[in-house]
Structure formats: C-alpha cells, structure tokens
C-alpha cells in the first residue's frame, strides 16, 4: 500500500493508519471468541500508536510518521538487540554512509573475541535524511556458544554496539519427562497455612508441602501462585497477579522464626515477637477472609526487629554477595520501597519522585540509604527460604521441585513501573478481549513492554527479572504465554473491547525465556489458554515449552476430547485458580456467582443450561471409560467424582499432572472471579475443606480424602 492508490488519488486517512499500525506490528483486525473477524476502530489505532510514540493527529502526522516508518531501521548502525537461535545462519544489517568499510568483532561472554568478515558484496543503498547509506549483510559465526554476548563495530571514529543472544534451539530440561512423567500439586500459598504461620501461608509452609507430597505421595513438583512482592507497606493489592514488581519477591510470605538472627532476639524484642506469633497464629483456624494487612503489619515489625541484631561473619557476607549479584536493581526496588512508605502515590510531592534518575530522588537518595537497606535485607531473606524450599523439595525426591508463577505485568504504580518507565508503553494497559467466559472482556490494569524500547535495551529489564525468579526454581509458569507472541492493549478510558492486538518479537522472547531456563535448570510452563493463532502452541512445543490443558476446556469440533488426544508436551489439570475447585464446578456455582455479579451477557437460564449440557458431555466421557457409574451425575459422590475426573485426565500422554490442592481437600470457593476486583473477595479465601472449616497443613498426614487423591496419582504416574 502507497499514500496514492492505483487511481492516483491519495489513499484515505483510513488506509494511511492501517498500513502506519502493521509497520508498527498493530493488528487492524482481530478474531472475536466467537470466530467472527473484527476491524480494529480508527480511534483505537490512534491510541495505541501513541502509546508507541508515533504521531498521528493529523494526515501530515501520518504521512511523517509512515515515511519514517518505512526507513525503521536505517538510522541505526546495529539493531538494538540481535537474538539467535544456535547452529543457525543468521545475518545481522549494519548501516553506515555508502561506501563505508568497518571491522566487525563479537566479544563473547567470556571476554573472548571473534572477529568477522566484512563482506565483498556491496549491500543496498539508500537515502536517509539526505545521506547516502548503505545497508550492509553480516553472517553471524553458526559455532556461536549459548549465551549473552556482544556485536561491535568500529568504522573510523564511528563506535556501535549491540547485545547479540545466542539462544536453545529446544529446551533439553524436560527430556526426563519422556521417560517418567511427574505429578504435583498446585497450591495457592497464602490460603496453605500450618500452625506456625501467622494467618497467611508462608515459605516455611511452602517447605513444608513441598516436602510431604514429596517425600510421602511421589509428588514432582509444587506449583504455587506468583509470590512477586506487593506493596511495602499495608494496604497492599490482594492479587498475586497485580504485583509492584515481577523480579522480587513479597517479604509477607517469610517465615519469621527461621531468620538465623531472631535466636538472638534480645528477651523483651523476643518476646513481642512470641506474642504476635500466638496473635495471628490462632487466626490459621478461621475460615474467613484472609487478612493480609495485620499480618503483614505485625511480621515488618518483628522484621525490623530482627534486621537490627548483629549479622555474623559470615551472615554479613553472605548478603553482601546478594546486593552485589541483584546490582542496580535491587537497589531501585529497595529505594522505591523507602520512598513509597514516606510519599503515597497521591501525595502531589510524588510527581518529584517521577524516577530513579528524577533530580529530587538524585539529591535526596543518600537519606533514604539504611531504610532501602531493610528492604534490600527483606529479599536476602526472601532468597534464602526460597532456597530452602527448593532444597526441601528436591531432598523429598522431587525431580523439578518448586514451579514459580510469572504473572503478566505489574501495578502501574508500582516498583516497575517506577524503575523500567523507559521500556513501558504509556496510557494503555493489558487486557483481554470478550470471550466466553467473561463476556465482558478484561482490563488487567498493567501497562506492557514497548517492543521497540525493550529491544533497544537489550531485553536486560526482562533476563534480570527471569535470572531472579528461577534462581531457586524447578521451574516457571508463565502466565498468559500469548502475551509473549501479542497482547490486547486497551487504551486509557476505552473498555475492554475496545482494544487491538500488539505482537511482539517472540523469537527473542521466548528464546531468551527457553535460556535462562536452561540455565538454571528449570522446565517452562505457558499457559496458552483463549484465543490464539493455531501455531503457537506448535511453536512453543518446537522450543520445548510445555503448554496447559484444562479438562473443562479441552473441545475439538465433535465435542470434548477424550484424554488420549490431549498434548503430550503439556500440564494436564482439572481445573484452574479461575474457576471453583471440582466441587463447587460441578454444581454450576461459578454461573451462580457470575449471576450474581452481573457478569453475563445473556439470561441465567441460558447460561445455566449450556453450562450443565457441557459439564454433562465431560461426565458422559469419564462415565464412558467406566470411572464413573453409569447416571452418576457427579455430585451425587463428589469425592468420588473429583477422583475420577483424575483418572481420566491421567489416560493422557501429558507429561506434567496437576491436582488443586484445594480440590485434594474438597473446597468449594474459587480463590477468583475475573472481572472483580471488591465485588468478591479474590484472594482472599482460606483453605478449607467441605464441611467449610480451616484444613492446616499439620493436618494433611492425616486427611483421608487428600491422602486418597494423592496415593491414587502416586500409584499410577
């Protein structure tokens, strides 16, 4: 497409918008749940490449912005990131004024250096900005080693640099799982609670579970809700998917009594400490609604506590090498920590504080310096019962261990988007489209990654924040993996339906995912559930990711699918943290409680109807393979029900099985209800069993139907 058509008349504003949004990777169209194609409106076009910082008020803005589109690239000696896959050919363009000769070098991780070829051939020339230039082919090394390096080039007194990723082809960490496939169970933490927690689960419970569906069921993993940090101080945002930041972790999940230092409590701190533990440890027994604030208020004050007593040695070390490995990064989470307990986000002084780099934060960083260092100690402490969770897992024979939960964005007034501003897109935010569960859509509320900013970084933000997570993990769920492929974003003001799709460079995504991963010797979960292209999830399986399959949501043309037709190369579960546990899911409550929220876009009946028809041909199916009795109707028996949808997802060839532990002990809440924030208490809900009182960690040994549910997975994995 040209500004002028075949006709020779000048193309539409329409057609200027659309060819300015696919330079940009905008979709102008977009599948609906319900199959039916979609054109993106001119407004939210506008929007969205605002976000991206491309003008287009008017035709002139259009026009300019689309010729500089046509040259991306071309004012850049080098691309702001360049990420391969190893043994592959692959070229890399250089620009530089026609004619121009430079020399070319990688500087590999190690520090060595290899040195290329500029090549004979003159390359393609054109003008830019008046200066002839010249685009120049150069073949990257196919020997590459796997890793983090650097392409330079040198041509006269012109100096360009840019990071060069060699990449896995495939991700080997799940090869094991071809010969023995593994159970585990997937837990929210803070619902998880033992009689030593203080209200909510902590890392000693994460331990704790991890050890006995180890060590006693032939568990292989424990996957658990995002434990990214939340606010500093109370109220902090109840979601684990609503984070401050993603690369560091919520000191409200510590385990107070197993800091070494708190056995050196002097008597009177110890004692406060012992009081508050006795407080907040007889709530672990209420069945009602979680309270995270006056738990989190009572554990930063034994916190400080305990920060205050003399470190060891060796102790002292120890966190010194981890504010030395965390780097910058650390210290603007721990600085926006501090700032954030002295200025609210609505205080007008806030505008001050706009960055790390701000004048007012340049000047007064130094007064902030002890209080970022209690926070810099909170994640040491967080770090090390990661540490020992891990360790704790593998001990009881777990082959992958803990499996940590990367949500899909961060709080847009969070420790992120405070510290990576520069690579976040402005005034939209991440979302969903209507589907048919929530026939609403979705507003996540997180501002995205700017492809083209991040790229020019270096996808540094993005590889700390993975190093940091699989540090102490077994592996990774990353939710809603589409979003490494395309997000929705939806602009300020506009609902959620009123959104278009950005695609991203998955290749470099992905890949430098599937290696950091590698590294740290952790398998890669996607959750690549709802609307995407037929390839992605072949494209993952080609990288040696694992996708998701829920029972509920596995359907082919001719209804729902028998198990033996599920994914190999997947997680297989029954359910998931956004639907009720098995019990409450098959009595029909989540429409009951979407009903009730003004969540449909139909009349109840109908909803109720077509839900039970297909609850019903799921049933029919495990009926069918003669784990149900005939007419059961799945409530009649539901822990005989719930054992048997087991079963029958266990006839799969999925290498990874998930149990809810919340359907392990007969619960009947679900934890969330999409498209709510207080309308429903997300989050919120304890662990209990079907009689609705508390079920405690201490009391699993000794839990009939959750030792039935995990002897019977252990018995057949």
Request: glycine content about 10%; overall charge negative; proline content about 7%.
């Amino acid at each position: 497409m040209t500004e002028a058509n075949i006709t020779g008349e000048p193309a539409g504003e329409t057609a200027l918008l659309q060819e300015l949004a696919e330079h940009h990777h905008v979709a102008i169209t977009f599948n609906g749940w319900d199959g039916t194609r979609r054109e993106v409106s001119d407004e939210t076009l506008k929007k969205v490449l605002g976000a991206l910082g491309v003008a287009t008020a008017t035709r002139e803005d259009l026009s300019q912005s689309l010729a500089s589109a046509r040259l991306q690239g071309w004012h850049q000696t080098l691309p702001g990131a360049v990420v391969v896959r190893e043994h592959r050919s692959r070229t890399v363009p250089v620009h530089l004024p026609a004619g121009v000769h430079a020399d070319v070098r990688i500087v590999l991780e190690d520090g060595s250096r290899r040195e290329l070829e500029w090549p004979a051939v003159p390359g393609e020339e054109l003008d830019v900005d008046g200066t002839l230039t010249g685009r120049t082919l150069i073949p990257l090394p196919e020997d590459l080693p796997l890793g983090w390096h650097r392409l330079e080039v040198t041509a006269g007194q012109r100096q360009a640099g840019t990071v060069l990723v060699v990449t896995p082809e495939r991700l080997t960490t799940t090869a094991g799982l071809d010969r023995h496939r593994a159970w585990g169970l997937m837990a929210q933490l803070y619902s998880v609670r033992s009689s030593r927690s203080w209200g909510i689960g902590d890392l000693g419970d994460l331990a704790d579970l991890a050890a006995l569906s180890g060590g006693r069921h032939g568990a292989g993993f424990l996957l658990t809700n995002p434990l990214h940090a939340a606010e500093p101080v109370p109220p902090v945002e109840p979601s684990p998917y609503l984070p401050t930041t993603r690369r560091f972790f919520n000191p409200l999940y510590i385990r107070v009594e197993d800091i070494p230092e708190y056995g050196y409590l002097p008597g009177a701190d110890r004692a406060r400490v012992e009081e508050a533990a006795r407080t907040f440890g007889a709530a672990n027994h209420s069945a009602e609604k979680l309270d995270r604030n006056a738990t989190y208020a009572a554990k930063l004050a034994a916190l400080e506590l305990i920060f205050a007593v003399p470190r060891s040695i060796a102790r002292q070390q120890q966190f010194e090498r981890f504010c030395t490995l965390e780097g910058k990064g650390l210290q603007d989470f721990a600085l926006w920590c501090a700032l954030s307990e002295k200025v609210p986000a609505d205080d007008p002084q806030s505008q001050q504080i706009a960055s790390p780099d701000s004048e007012w934060v340049r000047e007064h960083r130094s007064a902030f310096t002890e209080r970022s260092r209690f926070h810099q100690w909170l994640q040491w402490i967080c770090d090390q019962q990661l540490e020992t969770a891990q360790s704790a897992a593998r001990s009881a024979g777990m082959e992958i261990g803990i499996v940590h939960d990367l949500a899909v964005g961060v709080h847009p007034a969070g420790a992120d988007a405070w510290i990576l501003r520069p690579v976040l897109a402005p005034g939209v935010s991440v979302g969903a489209p209507p589907d048919m569960f929530n026939q609403q859509g979705q507003d996540w509320s997180q501002p995205p990654w700017h492809p083209r900013r991040l790229a020019d970084a270096g996808y540094l933000p993005y590889r700390d924040m993975l190093r940091t997570i699989l540090r102490h993990a077994g592996g990774i769920r990353v939710d809603h993996i589409l979003g490494l492929f395309r997000l929705w974003w939806i602009p300020q003001g506009s609902g959620p339906g009123d959104g278009a799709y950005v695609h991203f460079d998955h290749e470099a995504l992905i890949g430098i995912l599937v290696l950091e991963a590698q590294r740290a010797g952790a398998v890669v979960i996607g959750e690549d559930l709802g609307v995407f292209e037929p390839w992605v999830q072949e494209y993952l399986a080609e990288r040696g990711v694992l996708g998701t399959s829920i029972l509920w949501f596995e359907h082919g043309d001719a209804g729902p699918r028998p198990p033996a037709e599920y994914r190999k190369g997947a997680l297989t579960s029954v359910n998931t943290h956004d639907l009720p546990p098995t019990a409450g899911y098959l009595a029909g409550e989540h429409v009951d409680l979407r009903e009730s929220l003004g969540l449909l876009n139909r009349p109840v009946e109908e909803e109720r109807a077509a839900d039970a028809a297909a609850r019903e041909s799921v049933l029919e199916l495990v009926r069918s393979a003669g784990l149900l009795p005939a007419g059961a109707s799945g409530t009649d028996n539901v822990q005989q029900s719930v054992e048997a949808l087991h079963s029958f997802i266990l006839q799969s060839p999925s290498v990874l099985i998930g149990v809810a532990l919340a359907d392990a002990v007969g619960e009947r809440r679900t934890q969330n209800q999409p498209g709510t924030g207080d309308e429903y208490p997300n989050w919120r809900i304890p662990l209990c069993g079907p009689d609705g009182k508390a079920v405690l960690l201490d009391d699993l040994p000794s839990n009939e139907r959750f030792n039935s549910l995990a002897d019977l997975l252990r018995d057949a994995i």
